[in-house]
């Protein structure tokens, strides 16, 4: 969330937030209600300290009675006052969890993804010989999963991959996770079991009733505990409450956890392959640093999936995210889209997001400056390491064969005993 000092100072800006971001503009009744909530604070206090003054003076009054009956009224109206401000408190908190992100004024101007623009280009989509296999054509003549069994034994939108592609899978994975850690980044193997407060921390939901999470995340019944969708859920509140050095900044971790997503907004989208599933995995980025850091840890975590395209030897753009495409919580966002031959276009592979203070002002996580010993929030970003199965798309349709096979990108035969394809009649 933003800060109230903020929004007070600012509304104008934050109004032009709410409009380009297309959420609700709230400043106007969270400003009164922000007032009010200071003017009964002021009233409680200043009618407290007259009970406080009136039952000192009771002991040596003379005539106590009339004391005894203003102290007696004092505390009706402090009750009455301590209800309105118990509820005016609980509004305003509401309002502030309703107010987004500020978008950065790089942020292309736009209502939905129609205005995202690309920022660049990289490789040259492949020129076929043949007619490219979708994936689930590849998947289908190579027994690489189970759809059938699967769904029968689990429900739709669930995966299972076999053979020599699940092997790959792990590569890929793999592959990814170490070349992370080679660059500084600390690997922690997340658990996807959380707390609700935990996924509302990283701000992705609108308001302060968490019930709003429940069409797109898997409660569990009869707990308090739910799964995440992604690994950012738990590493964003790794630090909640603490005061981080500056020396230790920036933390950079890569998260990788199994992800659940009820995808209940989703109906009728991608539902056949790999593309949009309930259950699937992660390698995600993310960051803790000083605001003024933020910039540049963008842009390291922005190279980092570039790089991890190249070395699977796909085409990909990067895109600038719209105002009214980045979502709730974010400063500004890239994705980076992957070529599918049998869809002739690009898809996303990860989203590289700037949070700022938002996500640690609702963790209060906060790091003392050096020098100075002043206190202030961290800024917060992540970005897609890698997804799975998401990203075997690309990597089997853009290195298929007129067989069926596939061949293996260079970075990856190491992983897979120096085999160089898989599939197909080999």
Known sequence: MLDIKFIRENPDIVRNACRVKNFPDVVDELLLTDARVRELK???????????????????????????????????????????????????????HRVPQIPDSTAPVGADDTANTVVKTVGTPRKFDFTPRPQWDLLDMNNWWMPEKIANTCGSRVYALCGELAELELAVQTYVIQKLISKGFKYIDCPSITKPQTIFNAGHFIGSDMSVMNNDVFMLADTDRCLAGTSEIIMNSLFAGEIL????????????????????????????????????????????CRPEDSDEMHELLLNNLCEIMADFELPYRVIANSTGDMGFNKVKMNDVEAWIPSENTYRELGSCSSIGTFQARRTNTRFRENGTNEVKFVATLNNTGIALPRALVPIIENHQNPDGSVNIPKCLQPLMGGRTKIGGSH
């Open 42 to 96: 002021t009233i409680t206090q200043t009618m407290t300290a007259e009970k406080n003054k009136i039952s000192r003076e009771i002991p040596t009054a003379t005539d106590k009675a009339p004391l005894i009956q203003r102290s007696k009224e004092i505390s009706d109206e402090i009750a009455a006052d301590m209800a309105e401000l118990a509820t005016a408190e609980e509004k305003l908190n509401d309002l502030m």
């Open 245 to 288: 050095p500056e020396s230790e900044l920036p933390l950079k971790f890569a998260g990788f956890s199994p992800c659940f997503r009820r995808e209940a907004g989703a109906a009728g989208r991608d539902t056949r392959g790999l593309v949009r599933v309930h259950q699937f995995k992660k390698v995600e980025q993310f960051i803790f």
